[in-house]
């Protein structure tokens, strides 16, 4: 809320790279499972599945990232 507010000029100090960010909503999820964990296993089946891997109900998290080129 206070990112939000600070965007829109109503909190009274922000951060100086917070009026300039792009809102989450419209991100769309762009930044999400960028960190130590990374990204789920069923987003990247998913991935696997858009691009066609075979194999790729019996592979895991790991094996998907290598396959998904992760």
Do not use: F
């Not at 100090?13 to 990204?39: E, F, I």
Request: glycine share 12%; net charge positive; hydrophobic share 20%.
């Amino acid at each position: 809320m206070n990112k939000e507010r600070a965007q829109h000029g109503e909190a009274e100090k922000a951060n100086p790279k917070t009026p300039k960010d792009t809102p989450a909503p419209v991100r769309g999820g762009q930044r999400s499972h960028q960190g130590a964990q990374g990204r789920t296993r069923e987003q990247l089946y998913e991935d696997a599945k858009r691009k066609g891997i075979q194999g790729r109900s019996k592979m895991n998290k790991a094996q998907l990232e290598k396959a998904v080129g992760r």
